[in-house]
């Protein structure tokens, strides 16, 4: 069986230097994968994935995601292959359509082919395949290669994708399946489910595709405190990943409300309108014994990798700091042996 890994999602919007301290503090304390969020106007991420890499030895690194309507395949080729070599072989690559690209002018036609077409690009980038490439959004003219060498041809692959079709083909052609934005362990099933056809129609088994799930994260010991700050963030998508899962039945009333208040700029009253146990399904929130609690429900149904999404705690140097060494520790206590041994 393969272990369950723990990781950082960490948003590009910090100082050159405070990437690569949250980087060692995190590998320090154990983590397993440092990712960083691809997101519409923050700074590009391969800046902050470079400077991790050069203050850590072993943690797996990785973007989620980079998408192909704002970046060429070629390009993206380029920094996956940059990225792997500075870490020696740690990165992954994460794929996903993009949102929010309608602000800067980009249309996001045919998403299923521009993906997959996409990943085929990138691929054979990587493995020196010069033999050409006709798809239906993207080509590779014969002869066509890069010209420096990369260290590994098969870095991961990860896809963001929640619907149907979405995670079909990230059962065909994934390693990693990515849930942004939610902790909602009733998810894990409906994943599974999703990508089976792909699966089956690649002759692979849907087990072998990981399923990573990660959302806004605020642990403190100030509990009562991490949770309204949790709020005052989900409050922000809670409209858009309440349309994706099929597991939860939310008043519209309530989104309207909330869509309404964050509009008007007024997040933190839009966050008080978000009942408890509809919170612990799109975030991780309140003290250490409380996230370790609903990151613990997501293993029980059978996640690859947990991801702590920014911004961690009330700071985020404090956060990553209670993740790892009260969260963390809490997640991977052996249990406790049974006495008296054997009947």
């Known amino acids: 069986m393969t272990a369950v890994e723990i990781g950082l999602g960490l948003q590009s919007d910090k100082r050159a230097g405070d990437y690569a301290r949250l980087a060692r503090s995190a590998e320090e304390h154990g983590f397993?994968?440092?990712?960083?969020?691809?997101?519409?106007?923050?700074?590009?991420p391969i800046f902050p994935l470079l400077e991790m890499a050069a203050a850590t030895e072993r943690v797996r690194l990785g973007v989620a995601c980079l998408n192909p309507y704002s970046l060429a395949p070629y390009e993206i080729a380029g920094q996956i292959a940059a990225l792997d070599l500075a870490s020696r072989g740690r990165a992954y690559l994460g794929l996903a359509r993009g949102t929010w690209l309608g602000a800067v002018g980009i249309e996001q036609?045919?998403?299923?082919?521009?993906?997959?077409?996409?990943?085929?690009?990138?691929?054979?980038?990587?493995?020196?395949?010069?033999?050409?490439?006709?798809?239906?959004?993207?080509?590779?003219?014969?002869?066509?290669?890069?010209?420096?060498?990369?260290?590994?041809?098969?870095?991961p692959l990860l896809l963001g994708a929640w619907g149907a079709r979405g995670a079909a083909l990230a059962g065909r052609i994934a390693d990693e399946i990515k849930v942004g934005?939610?902790?909602?362990?009733?998810?894990?099933?409906?994943?599974?489910?999703?990508?089976?056809?792909?699966?089956?129609?690649?002759?692979?088994?849907?087990?072998?595709?990981?399923?990573?799930?990660?959302?806004?994260?605020?642990?403190?010991?100030?509990?009562?405190?991490?949770?309204?700050?949790?709020?005052?963030?989900?409050?922000?998508?809670?409209?858009?990943?309440?349309?994706?899962?099929?597991?939860?039945?939310?008043?519209?009333?309530l989104l309207a409300r909330v869509k309404e208040l964050i509009d008007a700029g007024r997040h933190e009253a839009a966050g008080r309108l978000i009942p408890d146990d509809l919170?612990?399904?799109?975030?991780?929130?309140?003290?250490?014994d409380q996230v370790a609690e609903r990151a613990q429900a997501l293993i029980d149904a059978g996640v690859r990798r947990v991801e702590f999404g920014t911004p961690h705690g009330l700071s985020d140097r404090r956060g990553v700091e209670l993740l790892g060494s009260a969260v963390l520790p809490a997640l991977r206590r052996e249990p406790a042996a049974v006495s008296g041994g054997r009947a």
């Open 32 to 44: 397993d994968v440092l990712t960083v969020f691809g997101d519409l106007m923050y700074q590009p």
């Open 109 to 155: 036609h045919r998403p299923l082919t521009t993906m997959a077409e996409a990943a085929e690009v990138v691929y054979r980038l990587l493995r020196g395949d010069a033999e050409g490439y006709a798809g239906k959004v993207f080509r590779l003219a014969p002869g066509t290669a890069l010209r420096y060498p990369v260290h590994r041809s098969d870095p």
């Open 181 to 253: 934005g939610s902790a909602n362990p009733a998810m894990v099933a409906v994943i599974r489910e999703r990508l089976r056809p792909g699966a089956e129609a690649a002759g692979r088994a849907p087990g072998e595709v990981g399923i990573v799930l990660g959302a806004v994260t605020v642990v403190d010991t100030d509990g009562g405190a991490a949770r309204s700050r949790a709020r005052a963030e989900v409050a922000m998508y809670l409209a858009v990943v309440a349309e994706l899962d099929p597991t939860v039945d939310i008043p519209a009333d």
């Open 279 to 288: 919170l612990d399904l799109f975030a991780f929130a309140g003290t250490p």
